[in-house]
């Protein structure tokens, strides 16, 4: 872990009291040194030291599992393990996640695999096996509980986690504890994490980058102002490419121009956003770990093996959509208010549209009248590569799907679709299907 922000070196001098950390292969003691620190651990000799002089005074942590689609698969299958591996859909599809060693040819997520073949030609692909995926990511949230009730998960391989006051619980730092999780994830799953230590969860986030994969890096509360002052806006959440380049017009490049403004000449610029670009800029976050932090959305997509224009194969496309999301809802016990359609053009043109319903739904038949409305007003002739369908402004699943007197069938197409439900949880997901899905 090198550089000034690492847990390896402390970006300014401090005293001797202050520079002790530990090894994060064996857990032993780093001791004080009055002069150059040292390199490798005197125990063990490994040269992966957490050294930093904030180390045991921050609590707010972000971990990040490395390249977790393509881990999974090297660990259950050793051939591959010194091979560059691409996990992802076919030739038209997009790259979901890669390993470092297709990285170091230029593959990332979300390329288009015959961008990602072509820079790396010799790479093995292998399609996501999204259930194997879930059932790893439980088992590493499960570990993370083990430290702390508050965990915020972010995606399937990734989450916030606060242990402040955990230190009389673990007889340790939270750095330490950290640490520990580390290697028994490593140890009892066979996938590796990077975490990221400060004091919001902003700070977290970033410093969960810094050193992957296996990296444990610290932005401390004494260098935050210094270490974002080189960074570009883009780093800032919430600044895209559209608030970049407005940015970048304006002569704001980095976050630290963005530091010489006041507040109230970025809100008179950009609004609300002025203010969230002013606090961010300064390291300023006060949003709270939140283990029950609500979901924004539910979603699922589908990119095609070849472009398809004709609305009848785009409807027919839809439907399983729909269904996955309906049964996302379900799961999560939640409804959607609002049905978000989205397409990708050949020319990977986005296009989004979206519809309010009078009432939030789970229905799989809801969700798939309302999207069809919206995709016959996009289906033109125009030759679409991707489609996908979402629920957005989220409620409880209690306030889904009332009875409507306004519509006699409602009532008769919710119980339709509980009958389906019910016989596939006793035989199976495709023991029964609707006529729609064998057009």
Known sequence: MNGPNSTNTPETPVSPRETGGFCRDCGADIPAADAAPTRR?????STRLARHPELDRLSIAHIDCDAFYAAIEKRDDPSLRDKPLIVGGGHR???STCCYIARMSGVRSAMPMFKARKLCPEAVVVPPNMAKYREVGEQVRTLMLGLTPLVEPVSIDEAFLDLTGTERLHHMSPAR?????????????GITV???LSHNKFLAKIASDLDKPRGLSVIGRAETLAFLAEKPVSLIWGVG???????????IASIGRLQTMTEVDLARRYGKM?????????????????PEGETKSISAETTFDTDIADLDDLSK???????????????????????HLKLKTA???????QARLSTPTQLAESLYRTAEMLLKREADGTHFRLIGVGADDLYPAEDADPVDLADPNAERRRKVEQAIDEVRRKLGGKAIVKGRSLR
């Open 41 to 45: 651990c005197p125990s063990c000799r």
């Open 93 to 95: 599809g997009v790259v």
């Open 177 to 189: 504890a950290l640490n520990r999780l580390a290697l028994k994830i490593e140890r009892e799953i």
């Open 194 to 196: 990077s975490i990221g």
């Open 241 to 251: 490419k559209v608030m970049r380049e407005r940015l970048e017009h304006d002569g």
């Open 274 to 290: 002025g203010s969230h670009l002013f606090h961010l800029a300064r390291g300023e976050d006060n949003r709270k770990v939140d």
């Open 317 to 339: 496309e839809l439907w399983p959509l729909c269904e996955k999301v309906s049964a996302r809802l379900k799961h999560a016990e939640l409804s959607g208010h609002v049905v």
């Open 347 to 353: 020319g990977f043109k986005l296009v989004s549209r």
